[in-house]
């Protein structure tokens, strides 16, 4: 099964940063890579699909980039309903959909 | 607008068994597949299935296959998640999720608000 790994694994930041995430996965997937948003007791969200595409409706602050076996989520001028934890998750095989671990951004 | 609504939270005893709910609305529900995802209590999210409600073809993550059975009523446009004999070990939310196809790609949107399930004796 295909591996992904998420770093760091929480992430203190301020209202107005600049803050990356970064998923590695264990081969090469090509952009199978999608970004997902969970607040606290709620369902995740997906953000940015085939790892650049910003799904509609969401904020012009995050963006995606990556491809092969690297992927950074960015967001820009963080917001106060921006913290939450992300996940990253690999299409490549689409009946061995694997997550990575999460990353909680907190609010520092 | 597009949604998945789940059945409410459950508690049940080791040994007993449990279905769930996933209504689909707003779209043509035997065109996507769709999915279940568990989430165990402050842990992250883990794909357990797919059922493609068109012909029921079904995958199963190797680490559930055996464990549930996901299955389709279309005539209510339902997705079930159904365990014969719970364990505490069962204990998560539960998340039932509409795959879109892009191209060769996709990707998991909109997600069911999720389904507690608490297993203890």
């Known amino acids: 099964d295909i591996q992904m790994t998420q770093s760091p694994s929480s992430l203190s930041a301020s209202v107005g940063d600049r803050v990356s995430i970064t998923c590695r996965a264990s081969e090469s997937i090509s952009t199978y890579l999608n970004w997902y948003q969970q607040k606290p007791g709620r369902a995740p969200k997906v953000l940015i699909y085939s790892a650049s595409n910003l799904q509609s409706g969401v904020p012009s602050r995050f963006s995606g980039s990556g491809s092969g076996t690297d992927f950074t989520l960015t967001i820009s001028n963080l917001q106060p309903e921006d913290f939450a934890t992300y996940y990253c998750?690999?299409?490549?095989?689409?009946?061995?959909?694997?997550f990575g671990q999460g990353t909680k951004l907190e609010i520092k | 607008e597009v949604q998945l609504v789940q059945s409410g939270a459950e508690v049940k005893k080791p040994g007993e068994s449990l279905k769930i709910s996933c209504k689909g609305s707003g779209y043509i529900f035997t065109n996507n597949w769709i999915a279940w995802v568990r989430q165990m209590p402050g842990k992250g999210l883990e794909w357990m299935g797919s059922i493609y409600p068109s012909d029921s073809d079904t995958r199963y993550s190797p680490s559930f296959q055996g464990q549930v059975t996901i299955t389709f009523d279309m005539s209510i446009t339902t997705a079930y998640l159904q365990w014969s004999s719970l364990k505490a070990s069962d204990t998560a939310i539960y998340y039932c999720?509409?795959?879109?196809?892009?191209?060769?790609?996709?990707?998991?949107?909109?997600w069911g608000q999720g389904t507690l399930v608490t297993v203890s004796s």
């Open positions: 999720a509409r795959r879109v196809p892009f191209g060769s790609d996709n990707w998991l949107d909109p």
């Open positions: 998750q690999q299409s490549y095989s689409t009946f061995k959909y694997t």
